[in-house]
């Protein structure tokens, strides 16, 4: 019952992000569109983004939709590197983009669409997406070696992590402070 739960969650979201773009008389028409059990959840994460001061003008370009700086042909990432990445445990991925800036969580996200992409995002809070976003709206294709170099320390942070003996260090264990 987990998987679905959650499932229903990220739509949930989405559907709040996609909603938040809209004027506020369309958003009241949409939700009275909606079944009843999904309004309450939809107006609390409407309210949260409010709160949380996120643009609706942001909220018509989720992650998902954002274009990316590999799309620009700047950006190849290694193989190895790749793999290595999207094959990481889903928990150590999370316990990795949790514990990163707001940059670096950007620069992991928009590299590709991994295996784990949207799992993961729908772990972050409203905040975190948000603000994941709003760097992401940021980057140009002159951030691509920065990315490289990035996701090259952040598969060295994943092996490292693995390692049930080592202490976990984050980026730092691997030249990035």
Not at 41 to 51: G, S
Not at 69 to 74: H, I, P
Request: contains cysteine; hydrophobic residues 45%.
């Amino acid at each position: 019952m987990i998987g679905p739960k959650r499932h229903t969650t990220q739509h949930l979201r989405m559907a709040a992000l996609r909603l938040h773009g809209l004027h506020p008389s369309d958003q009241r028409w949409v939700l009275s569109q909606l079944p009843h059990r999904d309004q309450p959840a939809l107006r609390l994460l409407l309210d949260d983004l409010r709160h949380l001061g996120f643009p609706p003008d942001a909220a018509t370009s989720p992650l998902v939709n954002l274009p990316r700086v590999a799309a620009a042909g700047v950006l190849e990432i290694d193989p190895a590197v790749a793999a290595r990445i999207d094959q990481a445990p889903l928990a150590g991925i999370q316990k990795l983009l949790t514990q990163q800036g707001d940059v670096t969580r950007a620069f992991i996200f928009h590299a590709r669409s991994w295996s784990w992409t949207g799992e993961a995002w729908s772990q972050l809070t409203l905040r975190e997406q948000a603000r994941t976003i709003a760097c992401i709206a940021q980057m140009r294709p002159q951030h691509a070696p920065l990315m490289l170099a990035l996701l090259d320390c952040f598969a060295q942070a994943l092996d490292a992590s693995g390692d049930r003996d080592a202490p976990y260090r984050g980026l730092q264990g691997v030249g990035v402070a």
